[in-house]
């Protein structure tokens, strides 16, 4: 768990699923849940500081992301009828029991796999994405799905490692980090854009939930619908 605010903006910088104002949001609830005494000014600088050296970062890097490849990947195996979500619950244990709920009605789908927030914490780290998967009822099996999982990684560049053991998750090596785009707003509160496949962009308030709690979400996108 990511416990310093700094580390916590990049984070947020790096997921791609976040606003500025959106981000701020989320460090203030952040801060409050971690008793700090960083005031909302305090918050406020550390945020902008943060974007500004994001947005500085990213113009060294390539048009085309980790990331991007991703998306894409996972994209494509939506369309096949394996439900693929990124960022998807907490962790591995509430994710798998969730992402049943996620299945549209009247919607067959395969099976499924995720990426859950600590897998995406270690991603925007560098070290590379755990993935989880596995079948609907016994349509397919478990290490069909994984296949399908690997063979869309491959397909979009990467070398992804999984020994064929259904119980072992896929590992992907990659750096997840997404393009930012400002508009010439006062630093104090720059305004961001994204692009990004997939995302979604429906308000919170609006977004269906599943009875545990989960975001409900159209079979088709690799993304969760915004929380919070």
């Known amino acids: 768990m990511i416990t310093e605010l700094h580390d916590f903006v990049r984070f947020r910088l790096a997921l791609g699923r976040d606003s500025h104002r959106g981000i701020l949001n989320q460090c203030e609830r952040h801060e409050g849940d971690s008793d700090s005494d960083s005031d909302s000014d305090d918050v406020a600088a550390t945020v902008t500081k943060e974007f500004e050296s994001y947005m500085e970062d990213q113009s060294t890097w390539p048009d085309v992301l980790d990331s991007d490849r991703f998306l894409r990947a996972f994209g494509d195996l939506n369309a096949t009828g394996i439900v693929a979500l990124a960022d998807f619950s907490c962790c591995l244990s509430c994710g798998t029991s969730e992402i049943g709920e996620v299945v549209p009605d009247g919607r067959e789908r395969r099976g499924y796999v995720f990426a859950h927030r600590q897998d995406m914490e270690n991603a925007v780290a560098g070290a590379g994405c755990d993935l989880a998967f596995g079948s609907f009822g016994d349509g397919e099996s478990a290490a069909g799905i994984g296949e399908a999982v690997v063979a869309a990684l491959r397909g ?73």
């Open 156 to 228: 979009h560049g990467f070398d992804p490692g999984w020994s064929g053991d259904p119980a072992e998750r896929v590992h992907v090596p990659l750096t997840w980090r997404r393009i930012r785009a400002t508009s010439p707003v006062s630093s104090a509160a720059p305004k961001a854009a994204f692009r990004s496949y997939g995302l979604r962009t429906e308000s919170s308030s609006s977004t269906p939930r599943t009875p545990s709690g989960a975001p409900s979400v159209a079979a088709t996108s690799p993304w969760p619908r915004p929380r919070g």
